[in-house]
């Protein structure tokens, strides 16, 4: 019987961590975009978003683009979502955003390692 609890528990909660993560190949539509902040570190750099890249500019102007492998999705408490961004450069070089999403507005993103900026969407 303790068998059975067990295995029961391991089920359901193997069945909340698979409807709470979802993963997927190109970004969804929430995510794309242009994204700007006001923060003066990141005085005219911006990031954008599209289905298949990620595209940084630098303070030089200059642009790096990387193409996107993978987006993980985590449900958080309220309207909060994670979203772990997979890409890859020219030289197949892998790397990884995390960020949180909340659709306010038309949407603001946080970057995990700089919480204390907000990104918005430039409205088109």
């Known amino acids: 019987m303790k068998v059975k609890k067990v295995y029961l528990i391991i089920s359901l909660l ?5 409807k709470n993560c979802t ?3 190109s970004a969804p539509d929430e995510l794309t975009g242009k994204w700007m902040t006001a923060a003066q ?3 005219g750099i911006f990031f954008e978003l599209n289905q298949k890249s990620i595209v940084f500019r630098k303070k ?3 642009e790096d683009n990387f193409c996107i492998i993978k ?3 985590n449900r958080m408490k309220g309207e909060w979502v994670k979203f772990t961004i997979f890409y890859h450069d020219q030289e197949k070089k892998k790397f990884e ?3 949180f999403y909340h659709p306010h507005n038309s949407g603001i993103i946080r970057f995990a390692n700089k919480e204390q900026n907000t990104w918005f969407r430039e409205s088109s």
Request: charged share 30%; hydrophobic share 45%.
């Open 41 to 43: 570190e990141y005085k």
């Open 71 to 73: 987006i993980k999705r």
């Open 23 to 25: 993963s997927m190949k």
């Open 97 to 99: 955003l995390p960020l």
């Open 60 to 62: 030089d102007g200059t």
């Open 14 to 18: 193997a069945l909340v961590f698979i």
